[in-house]
């Protein structure tokens, strides 16, 4: 089974983004994976990326989070990153500011690996001390730290 552990590499992780529009916010995040060697096309792992953008609203929280993914063999094993706004992003069609963005890749063959992964995020995120600890973070590594660990937990 992949975890988040094996996923996430702090280098991976950007705790302060800098993009104001959703756009950038995605281009910004995907291009932490660019320099990745599980990367074998760029330009198609961008695309896709762009094309799924899915948003979750976490209304308790007063935010959302956007999880933009492609499956296929941009890459040959599954690779993430991760993006946090403090202020949050408009995103269109989503009322609620995306705090956090998470690029994924995905081979075919990994399907399932990717949406435990997806479902695994959304726990998380609904749990408001969860999600308050990850916005304490202040590292690449405590960012990782604390998500592996609640996953160990669910």
């Known amino acids: 089974m992949i975890t988040v552990a094996d996923l996430l ?3 991976h992780v950007a705790l302060q983004m800098r993009a104001t529009d959703s756009k950038g916010a995605i281009d910004e995040v995907a291009a932490l994976l660019k320099s ?15 094309t799924s953008a899915p948003c979750l609203p976490e209304p308790g929280g007063g ?3 956007c999880i ?23 995103f269109p069609g989503v009322e609620l500011p995306i705090r956090y963005i998470f690029c994924i890749a995905v081979p075919r063959a990994l399907a399932a690996d990717y949406l435990r992964i997806v ?8 749990d408001r001390t969860a999600e308050a600890e990850l916005r304490a973070a202040t590292t690449g590594s405590e960012f990782v730290d604390l998500l592996s660990r ?3 937990k669910l």
């Open 68 to 90: 933009p993914h492609t499956r296929g063999e941009c890459v040959n094993e599954m690779v993430m990153s991760v993006g946090r706004s403090e202020a949050g992003i408009v």
């Open 63 to 65: 935010f959302a989070l």
């Open 119 to 126: 479902g695994l995020l959304a726990r998380v995120f609904k």
């Open 36 to 50: 990745t060697p599980a990367v074998l096309d760029w330009n198609a792992l961008l695309k896709g990326v762009h």
């Open 150 to 152: 609640r996953e160990a």
């Open 9 to 11: 590499l702090p280098d």
